[in-house]
């Protein structure tokens, strides 16, 4: 058993930030601002570097700004907030070394199994915060007995969705609806192509639930929304439970406020010494 003298006496846990827009530029705020006792933001990595050092300020001047590849050597967790491109480039390296890495490109993880085989091999971790998603741990209990289905349907303002590849690639123009559209059904793994910036929350689902191939989709573009709303119905030999959340956008109106709230919560429950929740 630890000494509580002991645990008081551990090295804070250092975090470095991969990409820094709208999620990582606020996660990188509140860790400047001290938001999680033991834990010290270390580096960050950005494309831009001016830019990321005017986003840090001030305030946050003696944090180091590195490529990708150099975050796992100053870091115990790294955090990627960066474009589902660059994920192999972000994550590889974090699980060669054993580390672990958070990761919030969740539809990108389908493409990169060999990620999580790796992860196996070298001891690292691939984290996957709730993000938007209400009720993640629920899921992840029924998934321990039998569940039967899951759906989710997703409605989004016009502009958190357009751009998006299923969207140009099958001739959808929302940006002069009037009403409610849907846009598309099908799995969580054809969102995730289709959809890569904004349904990272229905992959998510998939992989603490039955799968991306089982999980149920539908998404509607709504020019009366102005916040991403979600409700998931699962069905199982446990329970049966229905979801629903509003998320109230962030600068970058493909994502949600909440997303990195749910880091911090995710990184204190790494050091806290009461842990609540699966």
């Not at 645990?7 to 990582?24: D, E, M, T, Y």
């Not at 958070?102 to 389908?110: D, E, K, N, T």
């Not at 969705?161 to 002069?176: K, M, N, Q, T, W």
């Not at 890569?196 to 039955?210: D, E, K, T, Y």
């Amino acid at each position: 058993m630890t000494n509580p003298e002991e645990s008081s006496r551990r090295p804070p846990l250092k975090v470095a930030i991969a990409g820094l827009g709208a999620i990582g530029g606020a996660l990188a705020r509140r860790l400047g601002e001290g938001a999680i006792p033991g834990v010290t933001l270390a580096a960050v990595a950005a494309r831009d570097k001016d830019k990321a050092r005017a986003t840090l300020g001030p305030s946050l001047a003696q944090v180091e700004i590195r490529n990708l590849s150099d975050l796992a050597a100053v870091a115990d967790v790294v955090v990627e907030c960066a474009p589902a491109k660059v994920l192999d480039e972000v994550v590889r390296p974090v699980l060669l070394a054993g580390k672990r890495v958070m990761v919030l490109s969740v539809g990108a993880l389908l493409g990169h199994p060999d990620l999580i085989e790796l992860a196996r091999k070298t001891g690292g971790q691939i984290i996957v915060p709730s993000g938007a998603l209400l009720g993640l741990d629920a899921v992840s209990a029924a998934a321990e007995g039998k569940i039967h289905s899951v759906r989710m349907v997703t409605r989004k303002p016009v502009k958190g969705l357009v751009g998006a590849p299923y969207l140009v690639e099958h001739g959808i123009d929302i940006e002069s609806l009037a009403e409610p559209l849907r846009v598309f059904e099908g799995t969580a793994r054809e969102a995730a192509k289709g959809f890569p910036a904004n349904l990272n929350v229905a992959v998510a689902l998939s992989l603490a639930g039955i799968g991306p191939d089982e999980t149920r989709l539908e998404i509607w573009a709504d020019p009366h929304l102005t916040r991403n709303t979600h409700r998931i119905v699962v069905d199982s030999d446990a329970a049966r439970f229905e979801m629903t959340i509003e998320n109230i956008p962030s600068e970058n109106p493909k994502t949600g406020r909440i997303t990195a709230l749910s880091v911090v919560a995710a990184l204190r429950k790494l050091v806290s010494p009461l842990r609540v929740g699966t």
